[in-house]
């Protein structure tokens, strides 16, 4: 049976303010570049943060300010070999459900943007509370639909 050729549309990469995520986009382009795609770039904000917005510790603009400093890296790594890109923001823990945490965020993404790649980026646990993508990847590999790419 003759394999089918892989056909891609929309690459996901997860974000967080790590050197490896910044990695993981220049994949990500580099990939959505090659199939004449489009990134789609998540920033995922950890239990930190998520908890402080809730608790109104921390001023949500400055919250706003942080996404943008990444997603701002995202979109000129992208605009650099003209592959079209679109960001958005997700809450990668929630003090409500148990079951919500960074590579579900992904996953769910995945879904709802409707992407046909996936590259997370291979974390080391630093501590980093900027840094939430460190389990991300192995929750990702195992259940994903998608081809999935750990850089």
């Known amino acids: 049976m003759p394999s089918r050729p892989l056909s891609i549309d929309l690459v996901l990469v997860p974000v967080d303010q790590s050197e490896e995520a ?10 959505a570049a090659k199939y004449d795609a489009a990134v789609h770039a998540v920033h995922v904000l950890g239990e930190d943060v998520v908890r402080a917005i809730e608790q109104g510790v921390v001023d949500q603009d400055a919250v706003a300010e942080d996404s943008k400093v990444v997603t701002d890296t995202v979109t000129d790594l992208a605009h650099e070999t003209g592959v079209p890109i679109t960001t958005s923001v997700a809450y990668g823990f929630s003090p409500t459900s148990k079951l919500r945490h960074p590579g579900s965020v992904v996953l769910d993404t995945a879904e709802e943007i409707d992407a046909d790649f996936v590259v997370v980026p291979r974390e080391p646990v630093s501590g980093d509370p900027g840094e939430v993508l460190a389990k991300a990847a192995e929750y990702v590999l195992l259940y994903a639909s998608q081809p999935v790419l750990s850089a």
Do not use: E, M, N, Q
Not at 22 to 31: E, P, S
């Open 22 to 31: 910044t990695r993981a986009v220049r994949y990500a382009v580099a990939i």
